[in-house]
């Protein structure tokens, strides 16, 4: 991917390109209450201060997957207290301005140069200044966590802590993001075809976690598993692109050209668990992103009898274990925004 210069003014066309769609709009106000819900509606609760009179909040949101793309201003000088972030991640890349920011036992004054990467389980509290403009990155944590895994071989055993401060300009997160912005502006089909949003939603996830120092950097960087072999990745995109329909592990090796035998030991060695436990964890995410996203879908047994979860009391189990909250309460968040 094409470097690009590490002036400011560079990526104003990106954020343009990706985030000034009006279909991609979620409000516009001066009002502090609808502000606060809204931005809530696809981050989370918080508290929200406004020091002054002067507010003129904008947001636009594009999801790809697990990860979404984001931009928000708030015209005026606010302190922002949401707690922990719980089930996702943030990167934030000021555009303008710049935002004074605590994150667990961190502190970092992110501008223009400098990006912030918000650990999920450490409490935050940020404030912006009036003119501060960021292009944000959500990246759900089980999303996070599941790409670990497949580098490492297995479940990471303790929470994932970033380095709250990144040089992000000229360097491979911001040609990443440079790409990502192009690719959704000139095929913003990508975003919601389930097979092409799992390569994007998995390329940010992966630069990431190779470019940001972070708790597990040095255990990635020693473990260097060999690259999954071909009917791993078949089996995955094939998951990811089918995840509503009705799946057996005979049918993936057969699609796969594998025995049922070397299939489950590519996944065990490769990816850590086995491939219908991804099928599943896919599900899972795809439900999520339907109770957070799709306005058509006003109950919790919708969504998940569209993916494929008959078994209403196990999935809320395996909901609440992946995401820290019952589906309830994620639909809840959704009505509140």
Request: net charge positive; charged share 20%; aromatic share 6%.
């Amino acid at each position: 991917m094409p470097q690009m210069p590490p002036t400011a003014p560079a990526m104003v066309p990106l954020a343009g390109a990706l985030l000034h769609d009006t279909g991609r709009l979620v409000f516009d106000s001066d009002d502090l209450d609808t502000t606060r819900a809204r931005v809530a509606s696809v981050f989370k609760p918080h508290r929200l201060t406004l020091h002054g009179n002067a507010l003129r909040a904008r947001m636009h949101h594009v999801p790809v997957g697990a990860v979404s793309f984001n931009r928000l201003s708030y015209g005026g000088d606010v302190t922002i207290d949401p707690g922990p972030l719980g089930d996702f991640l943030l990167i934030q890349m000021p555009m303008a301005g710049q935002a004074d920011i605590h994150c667990g036992g961190q502190h970092v004054v992110s501008d223009s140069e400098c990006a912030s990467v918000l650990t999920p389980s450490e409490p935050l509290r940020m404030r912006w200044s009036a003119d501060n403009d960021q292009l944000i990155v959500r990246i759900e944590r089980s999303a996070l966590e599941r790409v670990c895994a497949a580098y490492l071989g297995r479940r990471p055993n303790q929470p994932l802590r970033f380095q709250l401060g990144m040089a992000w300009r000229n360097t491979g997160w911001q040609s990443l993001v440079q790409y990502l912005a192009d690719t959704l502006n000139h095929a913003p089909q990508t975003a919601s075809h389930p097979l092409t949003a799992c390569q994007l939603e998995q390329l940010a996830i992966g630069t990431l976690l190779t470019f940001q120092p972070h708790s597990l950097s040095d255990v990635l960087r020693e473990h260097g598993k060999p690259l999954a072999p071909r009917h791993v990745k078949v089996v995955e995109e094939y998951i990811h692109a089918h995840a509503d329909a009705a799946v057996t592990p005979a049918l993936l090796a057969e699609m796969a050209g594998v025995s049922l035998r070397s299939l489950y030991a590519g996944f065990r060695e490769h990816r850590g668990l086995s491939p219908m436990t991804y099928l599943r964890t896919v599900r899972l995410e795809r439900v999520r992103q339907d109770l957070l996203n799709d306005a058509s879908l006003s109950s919790v047994t919708a969504a998940a009898l569209r993916w494929g979860f008959a078994h209403l009391g196990r999935f809320s189990v395996e909901y609440r274990r992946a995401f820290g909250e019952c589906p309830g309460e994620t639909l809840r968040r959704r009505g509140r925004g």
